[in-house]
């Protein structure tokens, strides 16, 4: 089909190409970059400590672990607001 048409137009070449290269783009910078997982060091802030809430401890992590924060079992660590671990991102979506 190709043949009997000449080819793709050069313009919708370059447009697929910068497509793929924002696709590919965006895929590195979600697998590479941190999800907010909660530091190691992590302790309760002053306004926590003064309203003497109970400050939870994560059970496998054995560290602070702020409120909406969740531990992946995957990940092995706990991340700030987690929604799910993407298998295809081998990431936390936080």
Not at 60 to 67: D, N, V
């Amino acid at each position: 089909l190709l043949t009997l048409t000449e080819g793709i137009p050069v313009y919708l070449g370059m447009i697929y190409a910068l497509f793929v290269t924002l696709a590919l783009a965006s895929h590195a910078k979600t697998s590479l970059t941190d999800p907010g997982s909660v530091p190691m060091t992590a302790i309760p802030s002053e306004r926590q400590r003064l309203t003497k809430d109970a400050h939870s401890m994560c059970g496998q992590c054995q560290t602070f672990k702020p409120p909406s924060s969740h531990h992946c079992r995957i990940c092995n660590r706990c991340i700030s607001r987690m929604d799910h671990h993407c298998p295809w991102m081998n990431n936390c979506v936080g």
